[in-house]
């Protein structure tokens, strides 16, 4: 395995050193949020972070009255996060770099979010004001899945301190993702602009394409957004390499959005479908065989003499198929194992912003979700363990959220201002009776009967929950920020946490989105998570020059009744049958991050150096096993440059040995790596040719957080960890007009 300072890695971060080259800086919005905005630019200097796309200016007419002008501009130039990960078609992907995040490995476009040792429903994910809950007993199309990283305008990842605003029923955290509002043009002309984009990454063959076209005037705007993105079977990296199995993917994403825009008034709508034809999931037993989501979703945002109104309402249907993809055995008709899900989701949210005085501002929200849910598995013809009959996993189940909110924003000396909040969640969900393949059958017996037990049980459930956010922001100095606080965070189980009801080997094994391969086993008497958190971040940067700042981020979470799991039972290949369960726990960590100038002239352009390590610890304090999912010490340190139209970076990722794992899950141990990255990119009028090599050593390594590979498992019976991409060399062109 690789250790950090072997000699090979050495002469290779050596050799590199003659590959001088970077890019913008990111944009960060606030000590606790990380902030990214993809609007476009002329130049790769630093922008602040915006709400749309379009350039936005508030000018008078002849009555006095302001109105939104909005200027066409859709070049693809954005900043670092997005130019490191052009080519990738994981939103997740834009998050890199983020204060304690992380992600853990499922499908190609389909990775789950990690925010401070918290994962996947604790947090807080929000398309375009629509939060999803993944339909699936495997978690294959989580919220991000739903949007490519080519029409997102804002990126927002929250870890620690969340608002209420944009927090309820979550404990780790939230990520808030915007794509582009409508352009219109200036009064009385017509604008047309958009671009198109291509991109190859060489390892596992992918392949991408993306373009958008709008037609505007100065008060209707119409939008088409189309993408593709494709890959075969990536490859590891190291002497012997090989092919990941279960890696591929292809993806298609379509959306139209008219907009309309008159004085400070903006509405808009967008009616959109994701198609994936297929997605591998080399850490579960089964594959995507088909997922198709089909939404609407409506916004308006105006300004009045009381304040600001925002206004959202979405509806969402998703078709969702699973079976075995042929590197875990193909199907037909009477092979393989069908899993069918139906999802309809719909929501609406308002949130006022209202000035009680020239430095107090209120903010007062109000929203509501239903997710509905069926999950049913189809008989396969002639199988005595699937079969004669529908396996009814979920049967017309529901899980509604009704939520209001206040928030308090006060600025009470010129250094010092408070954030106050107060939320409440209303949950509510039940489910119908339920039905094993057979009511007679042997196979089926364990399953049988756990269905008359649970379909003879009252199924209501009804959760009210409470946050709250107390955050204090003092600046001593002109060159160091304080911001620390407290929150209550609250989440109520999921509908698969809750209802998944079987207890038969097979059919335990098909719940589980966690990637390790063992069974799992719902619980009705589950109680919500109650996180804790007490956080504060110190920043010390330069007031004058912005040449440098070092961020500093300790926080301690207590959770009362965290979800865990403990063991009910084993399977012959030793994986565990789990059931879920109420545990208290703790996680606490540091996030940090450091950047400095090193020169700026004409000459030679400007350079900068970054680096960021994050450091997180959970453990469960009833059974004193590491929580699962927890990433190892880990960081990025990067030399990146910006010169006339060139910009580029050198950057080296490292993680630490995972030594602490969670014994119950029998989370594998992985050895320490070093990852080194070239990349760069020129801009040449309305193009952009951006190139990297990712790996450039063709490392070998383990993720921490990518599970067990179950798709190699299946081919070669050795059950290992899975492991990481070798060496890729990636390319994209974009042109804009």
Not at 104 to 126: E, H, K, Q
Not at 180 to 203: C, I, M, Q, W
Not at 422 to 446: C, E, H, K
Not at 529 to 558: I, L, M, R
Request: one cysteine or more.
């Amino acid at each position: 395995m690789f250790v950090p300072g072997h000699k090979h890695a050495l002469l290779c971060s050596v050799f590199t050193l003659g590959f001088v080259v970077s890019f913008s800086p990111l944009s960060v919005s606030s000590a606790r949020a990380a902030t990214f905005d993809l609007t476009p630019a002329e130049s790769l200097s630093r922008v602040s972070p915006k709400s749309s796309q379009a350039k936005v200016s508030a000018e008078s007419d002849a009555s006095g009255h302001t109105k939104i002008v909005a200027h066409a501009d859709e070049n693809i130039i954005v900043n670092a996060i997005r130019l490191r990960d052009r080519t990738s078609p994981d939103t997740t992907s834009l998050f890199r770099h983020s204060l304690g995040f992380s992600s853990y490995s499922a499908g190609g476009v389909s990775a789950l979010p990690v925010l401070n040792g918290m994962a996947d429903d604790r947090i807080a994910t929000i398309v375009d004001g629509m939060r999803i809950a993944s339909a699936c007993p495997n978690h294959m199309n989580p919220a991000l899945s739903y949007v490519d990283p080519d029409s997102v305008a804002t990126a927002q990842a929250i870890a620690g301190i969340t608002p209420v605003s944009i927090g309820g029923d979550s404990t780790g955290g939230s990520i808030v993702v915007e794509r582009r509002d409508p352009l219109f043009a200036e009064h009385g002309k017509l604008l047309v602009t958009g671009h198109v984009r291509g991109d190859y990454r060489s390892n596992g063959g992918g392949s991408g394409a993306s373009g958008t076209i709008t037609v505007a005037n100065d008060t209707w705007s119409l939008r088409y957004t189309g993408s593709y993105a494709h890959a075969s079977n990536y490859r590891t990296g190291g002497s012997n390499s090989r092919q990941v199995r279960s890696t591929s993917y292809l993806s298609f994403n379509h959306a139209v959005t008219a907009g309309f825009h008159k004085d400070n008034h903006l509405a808009s709508v967008t009616f959109g479908q994701q198609d994936i034809p297929y997605e591998g999931f080399p850490n579960q037993y089964m594959d995507m065989t088909n997922n198709r989501s089909t939404y609407v979703n409506g916004k308006y945002k105006g300004e009045f003499d009381w304040g600001n109104l925002e206004a959202r309402a979405y509806w969402q249907r998703v078709d969702h198929v699973m079976n075995m993809m042929n590197d875990k055995g193909g199907h037909t008709a009477t092979t393989g194992m069908p899993m069918n899900t139906d999802s309809r989701s719909v929501g609406y949210s308002l949130k006022a912003i209202i000035p009680l005085a020239p430095k107090h501002t209120l903010t007062l929200g109000s929203e509501f979700e239903h997710n509905g849910l069926n999950d049913w598995w189809p008989p396969l013809t002639g199988s005595m363990m699937m079969g004669p009959n529908t396996f009814h996993n979920i049967n017309n189940g529901h899980r509604d959220r009704l939520g209001h909110y206040a928030e308090w924003n006060a600025q009470w000396l010129p250094r010092v201002s408070t954030l106050l909040g107060f939320r409440s969640d209303l949950i509510m969900m039940n489910t119908g009776q339920v039905a094993p393949y057979s009511w007679t059958g042997m196979m089926s017996m364990a399953d049988a009967m756990a269905a008359q037990k649970f379909n003879a049980a009252s199924r209501g459930r009804t959760d009210t929950n409470f946050d709250v956010t107390a955050l204090v922001r003092w600046h001593p100095l002109d060159s160091l920020s304080i911001e620390g606080g407290y929150a209550r965070k609250t989440r109520s189980p999921n509908l698969y946490e809750r209802y998944s009801w079987a207890q038969g080997a097979m059919a335990t094994s098909m719940i589980g989105w966690f990637g390790d391969g063992n069974g799992y086993v719902g619980n009705l008497n589950l109680s919500p998570e109650v996180a804790n958190t007490a956080s504060f971040t110190v920043t010390w940067h330069d007031p004058t020059d912005d040449g440098w700042e070092v961020k500093v981020q300790p926080y301690y979470t207590y959770t009362h009744n965290y979800i865990n799991v403990v063991r009910i039972g084993s399977f012959s290949d030793g994986m565990s049958k789990l059931q879920f369960v109420n545990h208290n726990a703790q996680s606490y960590g540091i996030n940090s991050s450091a950047r400095a100038r090193l020169w700026k002239t004409e000459a030679y352009g400007t350079g900068e150096i970054r680096a960021n390590l994050n450091w997180v610890r959970g453990q469960d304090l009833q059974n004193h096993s590491g929580l699962y999912h927890q990433m190892p010490t880990n960081g990025t340190v990067g030399l990146y440059e910006t010169y006339q139209n060139w910009t580029g970076r050198i950057e080296t990722t490292l993680v630490k040995s995972k030594s602490t794992v969670d014994w119950v899950r029998n989370e594998p141990r992985t050895p320490g790596y070093v990852l080194l990255g070239i990349g760069g990119s020129y801009r040449w009028r309305n193009f952009l040719l951006d190139a990297s090599i990712e790996n450039i050593c063709n490392q070998k390594y383990y993720l921490p957080l990518g599970g067990m590979s179950l798709g190699d498992y299946k081919a070669t019976g050795i059950m290992s960890p899975l492991q990481g991409m070798g060496r890729s060399f990636n390319v994209s062109l974009t042109a804009s007009f």
